[in-house]
């Protein structure tokens, strides 16, 4: 099998489907918002994927460092690292994985420092006589503070490497970016009735940074910077009952790129193969100037750039709803539903998972179930083991 027609399809997008379908009398695409290092867009751990990957706003954890950092600060436990491994497309070939190592420490009662180091390898690609191992790795660091009891902020820096060289051509190179995340925090008490509930609202803005290039800079992709905001509310049942349901709404913060079939139809043409067209094509995003769009413009464009207008700006949104039973604070049981609109990349899933915390240790499995077009992971079992340094140093000094 070519296995490097999948890994191309993946760069694209998440999901390569062309359809178009009528609706109120227009004709609308399939119009994903294209970016590069399309795995900074998957989630890395069990917990917030068995949750419809939600995670900005749900108490803090070790796996905050992806969703949002500045929850560290509000973390029982003063340090604590994490090991997660993801399975990717396993019904079509065997050796596409991510993995995710992320630690953080508290710094007195106010402050902490995290950071993670995740790695996507798309396996061993054989093309003609040549065998490549194609990756995409990102390390970062984050630094949060809370500024009052009840609220917090993060900032932190990413480092980004994708190395592709599946075209052996001497023009190629190692893909290489940088990127800040800017994270917002809030977790106070509220009543629901005569019960006490912890309501938490959670803000990450992701990958704001340079652009990405393969050629040595002659031409550019945008990284998939990301605006997520969330909230959770945590209702106690009673001493060792808890409930939790968590909602994340997303939006990409990169210009919509004009597909080919737009062009030809803002420009009358009619191109059946698909190709007489194309170079004509590349002159026309250099004419509206998306290929030269700084990454700061395009954040400012990506809420107004949509060729359907306002409502296709509101389908570019794609959210995600969780609950959490919890017993005792050591047995988990998850559950939740991811929604992408079909015109803007149809990823559409429920999530099921389950997790055991001991005083030292804690694991959690998740598995997806697709309920649109084929989704990479679906039908995977996916496993985080996370350790509490608290918990270890009281069995060592034991």
């Known amino acids: 099998m070519k296995k490097y027609l999948v890994i191309f399809a993946l760069l694209l997008s998440i ?18 918002v294209m970016t590069g290092v399309t795995s900074l867009t998957i989630a890395p751990d069990s917990r917030a994927g068995a949750m419809g990957d939600v995670g900005s706003a749900t108490d803090a954890d070790v796996n905050s460092q992806y969703w949002n950092p500045a929850k560290y600060p509000f973390a029982i436990s003063p340090a604590g690292f994490s090991l997660a491994y ?12 991510l993995a995710n190592l992320v630690g953080y420490y508290r710094i007195g009662d106010y402050q902490a420092i995290s950071g993670s180091l995740t790695y996507f390898s798309l396996g061993e690609v054989w093309v ?23 609220f917090s902020a993060s900032v932190g820096l990413r480092y980004i490497v994708s190395d592709l060289n599946y075209n052996f051509d001497e023009d190629t190179s190692v893909g290489q970016a940088f990127a800040a995340d800017i994270s917002m925090f809030y977790s106070n ?27 040595g800079g002659q031409t550019n992709q945008f990284i998939p910077t990301n605006l997520r905001v969330g909230a959770s509310v945590m209702i106690p049942v009673d001493e060792y009952n808890v409930f939790s349901i968590s909602a994340d709404a997303n939006k990409l913060m990169v210009p919509t790129k004009p597909t080919y079939r737009q062009f030809l139809a803002e420009n009358e043409l009619e ?45 570019e949104i794609y959210w995600g709803v969780g609950v959490e039973y919890a017993y005792n604070n050591q047995f988990f049981l998850r559950g939740g539903y991811h929604y992408e609109n079909e015109y803007k990349g149809n990823r559409k899933y429920f999530t099921l998972g389950t997790g055991f915390k001991m005083s030292t240790f804690a694991l959690d499995a998740a598995y997806l179930i697709s309920t649109a077009q084929s989704n990479p992971l679906d039908q995977t079992l996916r496993f985080t083991l996370s350790f509490d340094m608290d918990g270890i140093r009281e069995i060592m000094g034991r």
């Open 128 to 150: 003609d006589d040549y065998t490549i191992k194609p990756y995409e790795m990102a390390v970062d660091f984050a630094y949060s503070r809370m500024l009052s009891e009840t």
């Open 189 to 215: 008490y509220i009543f629901l009735g005569r019960r006490e509930c912890m309501l938490n609202l959670g803000l990450n803005a992701s990958n704001i940074g340079s652009k990405i290039s393969y050629d």
């Open 15 to 32: 999901s390569t489907t062309l359809f178009a379908q009528k609706e109120s009398g227009d004709i609308q695409m399939f119009n994903p």
């Open 86 to 97: 993801t399975p990717w497309l396993r019904q079509l070939v065997s050796d596409i994985d």
């Open 271 to 315: 191109d059946p193969d698909g190709n007489t067209y194309y170079s004509e094509y590349e002159s026309y995003l250099s004419e509206i100037g998306y290929n030269d769009m700084s990454p700061i413009g395009g954040i400012f464009r990506s809420f107004s750039d949509a060729p359907g207008g306002l409502r296709e700006e509101l389908q």
